[in-house]
């Protein structure tokens, strides 16, 4: 009995040594900068303090020949790398972010900035926020809705029922008119629904900057990407996006 124990020990150490030389431990994923975790975790606004810019917009009754009256859009300036939380509401009718469902109102979001003398701009889809709901995940680097969809918010103001979206965003941008510390961002609406005008007030929040941050950031450049290609190896396309899961775990 004891042969056949100290065979037994001999054999499995064997076999854990071989697999020790076979299958080194892969790198784990790097860790995301403190900050921009803090701010991806942290409680929608507002918390207690008036917003850093708000205004409200009227649009009319949606027609196909009057799209012009059931469309609006508001602009304002932010410094880069800035995140902020968009929060939306509208009276009565219900507010979608980038959805035009029929019947709402849609919302969406334009960055334009500059690239050298050249102008440019950026619009998050329903990807990169996740609004799929089939298990699409939102992009640290670009932002996420925080609540309203699928399931609209609602609260009650005398006899109106006010809707609510609100979204969570980062901005990269440029160099936009020359200034080199901020963007231009443009919410459009359009009122979707024909038989009803659409009241739509906004509030921005703006929370921290996180500089080296972004889908051109130093982050993404030289250490997320130089990651996953480290640990594919040479197949590393085909394993980015499991390995890109890996490293998400972080901010769920």
Same mark, same amino acid.
């Given at each position: 009995?004891?042969?056949?124990?100290?065979?037994?020990?001999?054999?499995?150490?064997?076999?854990?040594?071989?697999?020790?030389?076979?299958?080194?431990?892969?790198?784990?994923?790097?860790?995301?900068?403190?900050?921009?975790?803090?701010?991806?975790?942290?409680?929608?606004?507002?918390?207690?303090?008036?917003?850093?810019?708000?205004?409200?917009?009227?649009?009319?009754?949606?027609?196909?020949?009057?799209?012009?009256?059931?469309?609006?859009?508001?602009?304002?300036?932010?410094?880069?790398?800035?995140?902020?939380?968009?929060?939306?509401?509208?009276?009565?009718?219900?507010?979608?972010?980038?959805?035009?469902?029929?019947?709402?109102?849609? +919302?969406?979001?334009? @960055?334009?900035?500059?690239?050298?003398? *050249? !102008?440019? =701009?950026?619009?998050?889809?329903?990807?990169? #926020?996740?609004?799929?709901?089939?298990?699409?995940?939102?992009?640290?680097?670009?932002?996420?809705?925080?609540?309203?969809?699928?399931?609209?918010?609602?609260?009650?103001?005398?006899?109106?029922?006010?809707?609510?979206?609100?979204?969570?965003?980062?901005?990269?941008?440029?160099?936009?008119?020359?200034?080199?510390?901020?963007?231009? +961002?443009?919410?459009? @609406?359009?009122?979707?629904?024909?038989? *009803? !005008?659409? =009241?739509?007030?906004?509030?921005?929040?703006? #929370?921290?900057?996180?500089?080296?941050?972004?889908?051109?950031?130093?982050?993404?450049?030289?250490?997320?990407?130089?990651?996953?290609?480290?640990?594919?190896?040479?197949?590393?396309?085909?394993?980015?996006?499991?390995?890109?899961?890996?490293?998400?775990?972080?901010?769920?």
């Amino acid at each position: 009995m004891l042969r056949i124990v100290i065979s037994i020990i001999s054999v499995l150490a064997i076999v854990a040594v071989g697999c020790g030389v076979t299958q080194p431990p892969s790198t784990p994923p790097p860790a995301a900068p403190a900050d921009v975790l803090s701010v991806w975790h942290s409680p929608p606004s507002p918390q207690g303090y008036p917003p850093d810019i708000a205004d409200q917009v009227h649009l009319g009754k949606y027609t196909s020949s009057n799209y012009e009256f059931a469309f609006g859009t508001n602009a304002f300036f932010l410094q880069n790398c800035q995140w902020f939380d968009i929060i939306v509401k509208s009276k009565n009718i219900r507010v979608k972010f980038l959805d035009d469902e029929p019947d709402t109102v849609y +919302c969406g979001i334009v @960055f334009r900035y500059l690239v050298g003398q *050249e !102008e440019s =701009d950026f619009a998050p889809d329903s990807e990169d #926020l996740g609004l799929q709901y089939f298990g699409q995940k939102a992009s640290p680097f670009v932002g996420k809705v925080l609540y309203g969809q699928p399931i609209q918010e609602e609260t009650r103001s005398g006899n109106d029922t006010i809707y609510s979206v609100a979204i969570r965003l980062f901005i990269e941008g440029g160099d936009y008119a020359g200034n080199l510390l901020g963007s231009e +961002c443009e919410l459009d @609406f359009v009122n979707y629904n024909i038989y *009803e !005008e659409a =009241d739509i007030s906004y509030e921005i929040y703006k #929370l921290d900057t996180t500089p080296g941050w972004g889908l051109e950031g130093e982050y993404w450049n030289n250490v997320l990407v130089p990651w996953i290609k480290q640990v594919g190896g040479a197949d590393w396309e085909s394993e980015a996006e499991q390995l890109y899961d890996e490293w998400y775990e972080q901010f769920k």
